[in-house]
């Protein structure tokens, strides 16, 4: 079964860059997600990879995959105290009648000190 | 646009009790997916309703049930309410793509559920 696992914890200082890092374990035609939660709410999505892809970048965030070592990393450049948040990593199988639920990490509390 | 609703924002109930969890999806979604996330924890999924009928479920008792309506909206109802419930329900919709690709999913912002 699919499986994800995060570190629980990151700080960083303002103005330097962040590095939250997730495994998982489904292999073929997997989708790879990065959301965002605020203290009290929902979920926003930041960004998504296709297994088929090693990297994607959208303005701050830079995703890296590792399909080798099943290992996926987000990265925020320049980060900011806004930035300060729990970010769960999730994997979803694509299959041809839809995707597979996502399954999500347990999430990285990321810590911003100004 | 309007994104993902959800209603009630809180919510608390005692032991034993039903409670009735609602959700609106993102305009253009026809599948609406339920999590539960207890304290600290990642979302573990629920179900997920396409064409008014649950089309997968995840690890959960038959306590949980759900219904989608004709304009995709849809509930989640929990009966005899235990202590453990306690968590944020979480509402996703998708557009389903099939093989296309991903049904990314969008989140609302969730109902606290607080069973005493």
């Known amino acids: 079964g699919e499986d994800v696992e995060q570190s629980l914890f990151l700080s960083v200082r303002e103005g330097d860059s962040s590095v939250i890092n997730c495994t998982y374990t489904?292999?073929?035609?997997?989708?790879l997600y990065w959301y965002k939660q605020e203290p009290g709410a929902g979920l926003q999505l930041l960004t998504y990879i296709f297994s088929n892809m090693d990297m994607k970048q959208d303005q701050r965030l830079t995703v890296l995959l590792n399909k080798k070592d099943k290992h996926l990393s987000l990265r925020i450049a320049d980060t900011q105290t806004g930035d300060s948040a729990i970010y769960f990593c999730?994997?979803?199988?694509?299959?041809?009648?839809?995707?597979?639920?996502?399954?999500f990490g347990k999430g990285t509390r990321l810590s911003v000190i100004a | 646009d309007a994104g993902v609703t959800q209603s009630p924002t809180h919510l608390i109930k005692t032991r034993g009790q039903q409670v009735t969890l609602r959700c609106s999806p993102k305009s253009g979604h026809d599948t609406v997916s339920w999590y539960q996330q207890a304290l600290g924890q990642g979302p573990q999924f629920i179900f997920q309703y396409y064409e008014e009928e649950e089309r997968q479920r995840g690890n959960f008792p038959d306590r949980f049930s759900g219904h989608q309506f004709p304009n995709y909206s849809s509930e989640l109802n929990v009966n005899a309410l235990l202590l453990g419930d306690s968590a944020l329900y979480l509402c996703a919709s998708s557009l389903r793509r099939g093989w296309r690709g991903t049904d990314t999913q969008y989140f609302g912002p969730g109902t606290r559920l607080t069973v005493l």
């Open positions: 489904d292999s073929s035609s997997t989708y």
């Open positions: 999730a994997e979803s199988t694509l299959l041809n009648s839809g995707n597979t639920p996502l399954v």
